[in-house]
């Protein structure tokens, strides 16, 4: 049977592999289920919106192409699908980087609450379209000063924030705030008063590809990667990320920063 055959050559290639490498069999084997299992998410993923754009384009050959009051629909429609295809390959490429450990981090000093404020902006559009208000009570306050790694941080806090627009009720507010939590380390928090997370999917919330609601997911265009990015690049910088949530009360994302007294302080670029 060509499936036993195919499983046996590659038990062996790992087997050989490991010989000649010198590692431990065990550590490879979970590795190769580790990838297989990736591959598998992978191709899920890409799968119903690849069908969804040829759907377009087939509907659009069959005659819609001549037909003027659908075509552009139609051809706008394939072009969404696209740029879903876009964004999940975007994600899929920074995690793998993220878990191979590959991402390099431009450490530098960076006022936190200037990033915070130019994200609201990237998001305002975003958020009036479910009419939901996005709040910072520090918009007017001084700098403040953290260490990282300024692009990630961003990302971090666009991934939180899309989440709680996009899981977050018509009408809803998501409040940004950051606090001194000792001498050197302050906190950012991202809390939204949506549809809340039940408690038994918090502790796997941050696994790749993990939805609490699958398609509720998809309809919003998620990849399902967004939290597993989020904690890969906190944990990075050595910090750590917090979940609180509550059923129909609402969620709240928070992570830790390094507090640096002002940017003259702070050496100008560390790499890691
Ligand atoms: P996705 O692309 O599905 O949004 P994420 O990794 O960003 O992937 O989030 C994983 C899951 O966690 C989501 O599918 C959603 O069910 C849940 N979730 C994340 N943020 C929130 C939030 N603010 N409120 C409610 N549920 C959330």
């Known amino acids: 049977k060509p499936v036993t055959t195919d499983m046996k050559t590659l038990t062996e290639e790992i087997e050989k592999f490991a010989k000649d490498k010198k590692v431990e069999i065990d550590t490879l084997k979970i590795r ?3 990838r297989k299992d990736f591959l598998g998410n992978v191709s899920h993923e890409l799968k119903t919106p690849l069908f969804t754009v040829q759907g377009y ?4 050959l069959d005659g819609a192409m001549n037909d003027k009051n659908v075509n552009e629909k139609y051809l706008k429609r394939a072009n969404k699908g696209v740029e879903r295809l876009i964004y999940i390959v975007k994600d899929l490429d920074l995690i793998t980087k993220l878990e191979a450990g590959d991402l390099n981090l431009d450490k530098e000093a960076f006022d936190i609450i200037e990033l915070i404020k130019s994200v609201f902006e990237l998001l305002e559009m975003k958020a009036a379209k479910k009419e939901i208000t996005l709040t910072f009570d520090m918009e007017y306050a001084n700098p403040i000063y953290v260490m990282g790694d300024a692009e990630k941080i961003q990302q971090v806090l666009t991934n939180l924030l899309v989440n709680s627009i996009k899981y977050g009720h018509t009408n809803g507010t998501t409040e940004v705030s950051v606090e001194n939590l ?8 991202v809390t939204d008063n949506g549809g809340g997370i039940p408690k038994q999917h918090i502790p796997r919330l941050f696994e790749r590809f993990y939805r609490v609601d699958q398609s509720g997911s998809r309809k919003e265009g998620g990849s399902g ?14 910090e750590k990320i917090y979940v609180e949530s509550e059923v129909e009360v609402g969620s709240e994302f928070s992570f830790t920063l390094e507090k640096v007294a002002q940017k003259a302080d702070a050496p100008k670029k560390v790499k890691m």
């Open 57 to 60: 384009i087939l509907t659009l």
């Open 182 to 189: 000792i001498k050197n380390k302050v906190i950012v928090r």
């Open 225 to 238: 990667l967004g939290l597993s990015i989020v904690k890969h690049i906190i944990e990075a910088h050595g």
């Open 32 to 34: 190769e289920e580790y």
